[in-house]
C-alpha cells in the first residue's frame, strides 16, 4: 500500500510506500507548549495537524498516538498554543490553534492567526501539514482559504477529511468525491477517518512515521 501526498517542488501526487508499525509511537509523550516558533528548538523531522476548531484535531491526535496526551474539550478552540509531542530522539507531532469559531478573548483569538502562519513557514524540517477537514460539513471557506494559502506558500499538505462515522454510507462515497473536488484532489487521495470507530487511523498512523523516520542531521 501507499500513502499520496502533494509536494510542492512537483506538480502532481507523489506515492510513498507505507511502512510496518515502527516503535515510534510506543514511548510517545507531551514535550511543550509555546506561544511563539522563534523560541521552538530545532528538530529531526515534525508533522503538523491544521483544522477548523471543532474539527477534531486533538481527538484525532490522540488516535494516532493510542493515548490521551491532547486535551480534548468540548468547547471548540481551547487549543491556544503551538503544542509538541515528542516521537522518538527529535521527532515531533505538533498540534496546531484551530482557525474560525472559538471562545476566547478577542485580542488572544488575534494572534492565533500568526502564531500558526510562522510555525508553517519558519520549520525547514516539517515534513507534512495535515489539513483536517469535517467529513460530514465539508470544505469551509475557512479551510479553502487555508489550503490556498498553504499552496501559495509552496508547503507541503495532505488534506484529511475527520469525523467519517457521522456521514452515513449511503452517502459516504459521494461525500468523499464532492470534498475531493473541493481541495483539487482524487477521491481515494484523500484521508477518510474516523477517530471515534478506528477507520483509516492505523493508515494516517503508518503515514505519518513515514514521514518522520528521517535520518538525523549532524549533531542530533
Request: with cysteine; charged share 20%; aromatic share 8%.
Amino acid at each position: 500500500m501507499a500513502v499520496v501526498y502533494w509536494a510542492p517542488c512537483y506538480d502532481t501526487f507523489l506515492a510513498v510506500p507505507a511502512v510496518s508499525m515502527a516503535s515510534l509511537f510506543q514511548d510517545v509523550k507531551y514535550l511543550l507548549s509555546e506561544t511563539s516558533s522563534e523560541r521552538l528548538r530545532s528538530s529531526v523531522a515534525e508533522v503538523t495537524f491544521v483544522g477548523r476548531s471543532n474539527v477534531g484535531k486533538s481527538t484525532l491526535l490522540n488516535a494516532i498516538c493510542r493515548k490521551d496526551l491532547a486535551r480534548v474539550s468540548r468547547t471548540p478552540g481551547r487549543t491556544r498554543t503551538i503544542n509538541v509531542f515528542l516521537v522518538g530522539h527529535h521527532r515531533w507531532l505538533v498540534d496546531l490553534p484551530g482557525y474560525g469559531y472559538a471562545k476566547g478573548h478577542p485580542k488572544e483569538r488575534e494572534g492565533w492567526g500568526p502564531m500558526i502562519e510562522n510555525y508553517l513557514t519558519s520549520r525547514p524540517t516539517l515534513q507534512m501539514i495535515f489539513m483536517l477537514v469535517d467529513a460530514k460539513v465539508g470544505p469551509t471557506q475557512l479551510d479553502l482559504q487555508m489550503l490556498q494559502w498553504l499552496q501559495v506558500k509552496g508547503l507541503p499538505w495532505r488534506v484529511v477529511a475527520t469525523k467519517a462515522d457521522q456521514v452515513k454510507s449511503s452517502r459516504t462515497a459521494a461525500q468523499r468525491q464532492v470534498i475531493a473536488h473541493a481541495v483539487g484532489m482524487l477521491p481515494e487521495d484523500l484521508a477518510w477517518v474516523s477517530a471515534k470507530e478506528g477507520l483509516g487511523v492505523r493508515e494516517l498512523r503508518n503515514e505519518v512515521i513515514a514521514l518522520l523516520e528521517t535520518d538525523p542531521a549532524p549533531g542530533f
